[in-house]
């Protein structure tokens, strides 16, 4: 998700779904180190665009006193609510006992998520995101609860655990026993691939909420359920790359790149067809954006 859900995707995809379908969304995570993060980074990672569905900003450190201040700075830059990540299992999260890293102490857990709590003071909900353990997911229930013991107002829990990373085995029986064991609502995450899915989850799960990923990558229309043509889903990826024009330093190159990223997940308005590995050979980019323009003047004529 690092390096496509930023603001230009992100609010393509809010405005094309309204506040009842998506309640909400996330900034990619800000990495905290030893200090805090200024506050202009911030709002970057905010974007320009405000919407009615709020859009937290996701922090990501295990320095206490560095991720209180970023937390407190983030209520100034605008943020709705701060949300504190457990759940990213990359290397160099672990390698700097960040993200996953913190399944391994939920005291620790406790305490950064309590930092935070008291450095916004009650002007923004605090909101935790976990896996589901380290290597296995015997601990479930105790991390639920470090996280509401440190004051979190919101869990979201992915099913998976860190060693699992994306496999695709899911086990939402997981997300059930941290709703079991916590009196704050939960939000389920992992697995979801189409619309469908989000009550089911929260039918079998008892969460309240659920939380896409991958698959709003592919389907920017998942929230609402509702089926677009080949045509709008492909004027959909040619907005994404004039606003990454229009508001990054980005080249060509790179912009075209972060269209081909999406395309290895993308599912709406079956716009590849069959043809998925075709347009992902596309090597120059010009070719790649008159693919798209094509696919936009051919269905609109029909």
């Known amino acids: 998700m690092q390096g496509v859900t930023e603001p230009c995707y992100r609010d393509l995809v809010l405005v094309r779904n309204s506040p009842l379908e998506l309640g909400g969304a996330f900034t990619e995570f800000v990495r905290v180190m030893d200090k805090a993060i200024p506050v202009h980074v911030l709002r970057k990672q905010l974007g320009p665009e405000v919407f009615e569905a709020p859009v937290g900003l996701q922090l990501m450190g295990s320095e206490s006193q560095a991720m209180a201040e970023s937390a407190a700075r983030a209520v100034e830059?605008?943020?709705?609510?701060?949300?504190?990540?457990?759940?990213?299992?990359?290397?160099?999260?672990?390698?700097?006992?960040?993200?996953?890293?913190?399944?391994?102490?939920?005291?620790?857990?406790?305490?950064?998520?309590?930092?935070?709590?008291?450095?916004?003071?009650?002007?923004?909900p605090v909101t935790a995101k976990?896996?589901?353990?380290?290597?296995?997911?015997?601990?479930?229930?105790?991390?639920?609860?470090?996280?509401?013991?440190?004051?979190?107002?919101?869990?979201?829990?992915?099913?998976?655990t860190r060693s699992e990373h994306y496999t695709p085995t899911v086990y939402w029986e997981r997300i059930a026993r941290a709703v079991e064991a916590v009196q704050i609502p939960v939000c389920g995450n992992g697995g979801v691939t189409c619309h469908s899915d989000l009550e089911r989850?929260?039918?079998?799960?008892?969460?309240?909420?659920?939380?896409?990923?991958?698959?709003?990558?592919?389907?920017?229309?998942i929230f609402s359920g509702r089926q677009v043509q080949s045509a709008e889903a492909a004027r959909?990826?040619?907005?994404?790359?004039?606003?990454?024009?229009?508001?990054?330093?980005?080249?060509?190159?790179?912009?075209?790149?972060?269209?081909?990223?999406?395309?290895?997940?993308?599912?709406?308005?079956?716009?590849?067809?069959?043809?998925r590995t075709e347009w992902l050979a596309v090597q120059q980019p010009e070719e790649l954006l008159e693919r798209l323009a094509g696919v936009s003047a051919v269905s609109a004529a029909v």
């Not at 609510?81 to 102490?105: Q, T």
């Not at 060509?252 to 993308?266: D, E, F, N, S």
Request: charged fraction near 25%; include cysteine; proline fraction near 3%.
């Open 77 to 124: 830059a605008g943020a709705p609510l701060v949300d504190i990540n457990f759940g990213c299992p990359a290397k160099g999260a672990l390698r700097g006992c960040a993200g996953s890293a913190l399944l391994r102490d939920p005291g620790k857990m406790t305490e950064l998520i309590s930092a935070c709590v008291e450095a916004v003071a009650g002007a923004v």
């Open 236 to 275: 959909f990826l040619r907005d994404y790359e004039a606003r990454l024009e229009e508001r990054s330093t980005a080249s060509l190159v790179a912009r075209a790149g972060r269209i081909k990223q999406l395309l290895r997940h993308w599912t709406a308005g079956d716009l590849l067809g069959q043809a």
């Open 201 to 221: 989850m929260r039918q079998e799960t008892g969460c309240e909420y659920v939380m896409v990923g991958q698959a709003a990558l592919g389907d920017p229309w």
């Open 130 to 160: 976990i896996r589901a353990g380290d290597r296995d997911a015997d601990s479930v229930e105790q991390l639920a609860r470090a996280a509401e013991d440190g004051g979190a107002s919101l869990l979201t829990i992915h099913c998976r």
